[in-house]
């Protein structure tokens, strides 16, 4: 909304520059978010919140002006004294069809004007607001609407039909061509004001061509009306129109204020172009029902946090057009004026009285908060996941819940998710929510080889979606994706690791223990790694498909990803630790170099070793592990720490001896191993 | 070799020991294993009988001296427990390390800001992204049909009737004053989503955090406290800050807050739009009608909320020019945080 600060001096004085003005504004809720000097005036662009479509024009801003600088507002021109005489040669019908669509339509004929271009002030002032010129006839609707916020619209009274116009809805099959050359087509959803033919506008929003008023028009009908927002609001977005009436229409207009405005801008075709106003009428009601608010002035108190004087409250009401009527010593009465239809609540008045005593008047205090300290949810358990995977090096993504359908479905998905739709995507890339958090990792890690880097390890924690019997379900998921090379520079030169399924296992691995989860597992399915834990399936860890890496555009390189329902895993954490003692008695540590047939699994291995080698046999570990030339093909090599321990002596060599060799014997035995 | 011609050659050889290094080669001339000591040592059985046990003992006395030369050395030279570097290491090859991972930058803000609400004793909640129409907006005192919903373009399912991806942290308000009576103080961080094209500061998800306290006393004047600690502790003691009416749905009266712009501060530039101001947050005294929609009595207590875009937090406090690199996640980027 523009207004100049010329246009706002005729209605009251101001004595502040237009620099302090826009700041006093601003910080009375008007924000001023432009000031620009122009043609000898000042423009303030000012963005105006919808709850006060009180403040859409000139008068409305005025009014405002006058109480933030305490002074008065000055007789508003609109409020004609003249009574229009109707000629009884004239005759005009007006029918309203439904008065929940329009409360108020009133008319006028004004006769014998003469269409032409406006008067230099005319021009100015509606082009310093951002209103193109048209004609006198228009551009006077144009200036009154910005004047005082009531919409108005003249049509060309020759090419309307008939006598009477007629507010209704309209028909099915019905079209108008608006005033912008478009052909529109019409529904019951949509109001129009017809005349006894057709539509001759989309009532409160657009004009029809056929009507409207141009060089040759002659005598005009003046609309100026009250229609109901929500319908206009509907129509507004059904036609895919915006227009100043519409805006205006669809926050409400103040209908005590439409006849006065009518009559302004008779008064100023009367001014301005030989016409004569010869007809005046009026169907509906302009009586604004002014609602009753109850005002406790130590509730003003207790809401904002300082009390402001019971005199001080009722000077900024008044000011602000509402009248207040003292109920008790500290109680108020407040009317409501026919421009706030906004307000129905007492803290509506807080709001005013607190805008106009300043915000920055308030003090600032610290409150006494009762503290509880729970927690909802699983943010502290997303976020100590996170923790734990940054420590184990690897960078947190955040990528978009929304999806296009052929990505979410480029990796497949062993549990066949059906995806939940979006009705209203803007674009393809919105089309579904998510049912896997791997296809934007990939995306992701595509971008980063791109970028020359040697290695990718991100991880995400957040929510997929799926549609299931009982409506759409979302669940927290971990995804990791690993790819390249880690260069580690360390005493024996840079060595260079190149990411697997085991160091997903590994990450894995490491965060379930650290989160208290010790039954877990892993196991070939198909052509991934399933995860289990607690003995349900969480989730599945496997390398990219050639095809799926070319979906990406990922050449020449592995990529290694793991997703996991975190909605299985949370539920399982336990975070209660016991302290266990450290051993008392050192223990004695003997490898096992041996060369193994590759088909044997590592821990069914250590399950026989395990049992067979209680209770002196404490923990067994991979030190080492190697296949290729050293080794026959098939075989590959093994180092096995042995960790034996008592919790009663320290261990002599002999009563390792025989306990080792029992092992190594297994080892040959049952496992066909070679011991080197 | 006599005693005290050795003790004369201590003498200079310490004065002229500078570093470590010298005061260890000091060491080993007189004390290893083929030192002058273990030399003079090593004379005893050539001497005569009666000379032997004195000659000892003066050797004995030399030695301690030496040690406890050496240590006063060692303690000027500032050295005490640490052995310097030894001269084959370059101290400016690559440092050995694993390197670090990091969390997100919108995590880290987020992570940051409810610290800040968490010390001053808020919860923190979490909550759906799909939700009801209710909660997004009738439960918050938005009407279906009212021009306050353009500000909230919203993704619906195309499914179900009623459920939309959340267009801000809201609902979680609805959802935790059902769930809980007061005293309440819960911050909720989460995405929200919204129908916006994409640009250097639009995108059709971001996130969010609401905050919010209800109370039997709660007035503005602490929801102006609070976020005056909040907004400090964030962007700096030195920042102004200023509180201007604006129109939220959910609350009345209704604020936005805006910072001196911490890059100009204060003077205008392009970052603030020449105003000297940054928008950073919305906030307000939670509606009647809010309250009445989740069975709170509204005579009885009162509360302030507030919520604010992690990405323009971020962004400002970062000095980020465009929310999309966020979800790029090129680690170029995320390395920097």
Not at chain 1, 23 to 33: F, R, S
Not at chain 1, 196 to 219: F, L, Q, S, W, Y
Not at chain 1, 656 to 665: E, I, Q, Y
Request: proline share 4%; hydrophobic share 40%; glycine share 6%.
């Amino acid at each position: 909304m523009k207004v100049t600060y010329n246009w706002l001096k005729d209605f009251t004085d101001i004595k502040l520059s237009p620099e302090k003005l826009a700041d006093k504004l601003t910080m009375a809720g008007l924000e001023v978010v432009s000031l620009e000097q122009k043609h000898g005036d000042f423009v303030f662009e000012i963005e105006i919140t919808s709850n006060r479509p009180d403040w859409l024009s000139v008068t409305g801003i005025a009014r405002e002006v006058a109480a933030i600088t305490n002074s008065k507002i000055k007789i508003q021109r609109s409020k004609s004294q003249v009574k229009i005489k109707n000629l009884k040669t004239e005759n005009l019908e007006i029918k309203i069809e439904d008065k929940k669509d329009c409360p108020l339509y009133t008319a006028k004929i004004i006769r014998g004007v003469k269409v032409g271009p406006s008067p230099e002030w005319l021009r100015s002032r509606l082009e310093l607001v951002g209103c193109r010129s048209v004609n006198n006839i228009v551009d006077i609707t144009n200036y009154v609407l910005f004047e005082t916020g009531e919409p108005l619209h003249a049509f060309d009274l020759d090419k309307l039909s008939g006598s009477s116009i007629i507010a209704r809805r309209a028909r099915p099959g019905e079209k108008i061509v608006t005033i912008d050359g478009e052909v529109k087509q019409l529904s019951p959803d949509i109001l129009v004001i017809a005349d006894a033919r057709k539509p001759a506008a989309c009532a409160g929003i657009m004009g029809g061509k056929d009507t409207e008023v141009t060089e040759g028009t002659k005598n005009i009908l003046l609309e100026a009306a009250v229609f109901n927002p929500i319908l206009i609001r509907k129509a507004r977005q059904a036609l895919g129109l915006q227009s100043e009436s519409a805006y205006r229409f669809e926050r409400s207009v103040d209908a005590s204020a439409v006849e006065p405005s009518s009559q302004l801008a008779a008064d100023l075709i009367e001014k301005l172009s030989p016409g004569k106003t010869v007809l005046a009428k009026s169907a509906g009601t302009s009586k604004v029902v002014a609602k009753n608010i109850i005002l406790d002035c130590a509730r003003v108190a207790r809401v904002l946090g300082v009390k402001i004087p019971a005199q001080k409250i009722k000077i900024i009401l008044q000011a602000l057009g509402f009248t207040v009527k003292a109920k008790s010593k500290s109680k108020f009465s407040v009317l409501t004026p026919s421009h706030r239809q906004d307000a129905a609540l007492d803290v509506d008045l807080i709001e005013e009285i607190a805008r106009i005593y300043g915000y920055e008047l308030i003090p600032r205090t610290i409150p006494s908060i009762k503290p509880q300290a729970f927690s909802w949810g699983v943010l502290d358990a997303a976020a100590l996941i996170k923790n734990i995977l940054t420590g184990l090096g690897l960078n947190e993504a955040i990528t978009y819940s929304l999806t296009e359908r052929n990505l979410a479905k480029s990796l497949g998905s062993t549990e066949n998710l059906q995806a939940v739709e979006i009705r209203n995507p803007l674009s393809r890339e919105q089309e579904i929510l998510r049912t896997s958090i791997l296809p934007s990792l990939v995306k992701c890690a595509s971008l980063n080889l791109n970028q020359k880097q040697e290695y990718v390890n991100l991880f995400e924690v957040a929510r997929r979606f799926y549609a299931s019997d009982k409506g759409p379900k979302e669940e927290l998921c971990l995804g990791v994706l690993l790819c390249g090379r880690k260069s580690l520079s360390l005493e024996q030169g840079m060595v260079k690791d190149e990411a697997g399924l085991l160091h997903l296992k590994g990450i894995i691995e490491n965060m379930l223990l650290r989160l208290g989860i010790k039954e877990f597992s892993f196991s070939p399915d198909g052509q991934s790694v399933r995860i289990e834990v607690a003995g349900k399936k969480a989730g599945a860890m496997f390398r990219l498909s050639r095809s799926a890496l070319e979906l990406f555009d990922i050449k020449n390189r592995e990529v290694f990803v793991a997703e996991l329902s975190l909605d299985n895993v949370i539920p399982v954490l336990n975070l209660k630790k016991k302290f266990t003692a450290p051993p008392k008695y050192p223990g004695i540590t003997r490898d096992i170099s041996l060369l193994l047939r590759e088909e044997l699994g590592i821990e069914d291995i250590f399950q026989a070793l395990r049992s067979s080698g209680e209770p002196l046999l404490k923990e067994l570990k991979v030190t080492d592990f190697y296949k290729g030339k050293q080794v026959p093909a098939g075989w590959r090599g093994l180092t096995i720490s042995c960790i034996y321990r008592s919790d009663e002596r320290t261990l002599t060599e002999a009563e390792v001896a025989p306990v080792h060799a029992k092992l190594n014997a297994l080892l040959t035995g049952r496992f066909g191993a070679t011991i080197r | 070799m006599d005693i005290k011609s050795i003790q004369a050659q201590i003498e200079s050889d310490l004065a002229a020991v500078h570093s470590q290094g010298q005061l260890e080669e000091f060491r080993l001339k007189y004390l290893s294993r083929k030192g002058a000591l273990a030399q003079l040592t090593a004379a005893i059985p050539t001497l005569p009988q009666a000379e032997r046990a004195k000659f000892g003992q003066e050797v004995n006395a030399l030695k301690n001296n030496l040690a406890s030369l050496i240590a006063e050395k060692e303690k000027s030279l500032g050295a005490g427990i640490k052995s310097g570097p030894e001269i084959s290491d370059d101290i400016g090859m690559p440092g050995i390390a694993q390197e670090l991972g990091r969390l997100h930058p919108i995590t880290q803000t987020i992570n940051e800001i409810s610290s800040i609400f968490t010390r001053m004793g808020f919860c923190v909640a979490d909550g759906p992204e799909i939700e009801t129409e209710f909660n997004n907006f009738t439960g918050l005192n938005i009407p279906l049909e009212h021009p306050s919903r353009d500000a909230f373009d919203t993704f619906y399912l195309k499914d179900y009737e009623k459920l939309l991806l959340r267009s801000h942290t809201s609902p979680v308000q609805v959802r935790a004053m059902k769930g809980r009576l007061p005293p309440l103080a819960i911050v909720v961080p989460g995405r929200v989503y919204r129908p916006d094209a994409v640009d250097a500061s639009h995108l059709f998800m971001f996130h969010q955090i609401e905050g919010f306290m209800v109370d039997a006393n709660i007035t503005f004047a602490d929801l102006k406290g609070s976020l005056e600690i909040f907004a400090k502790a964030v962007f700096g003691d030195d920042i102004k800050m200023r509180f201007r009416p604006h129109f939220f749905p959910f609350t009345e009266p209704s604020a936005e807050v805006d910072i001196s712009c911490i890059i100009c501060k204060g003077a205008g530039c392009s970052v603030c739009g020449r105003k000297g101001w940054l928008e950073i947050l919305g906030c307000g005294m939670i509606h009647p009608n809010v309250f009445k929609q989740v069975g709170i009595n509204a005579q009885k207590y009162s509360g302030f909320a507030f919520g604010m875009g992690i990405e323009r937090i971020a962004m400002l406090k970062y000095g980020i020019n465009d929310i999309r690199l966020f979800f790029e996640n090129d680690l170029r980027f995320l390395k920097q945080f």
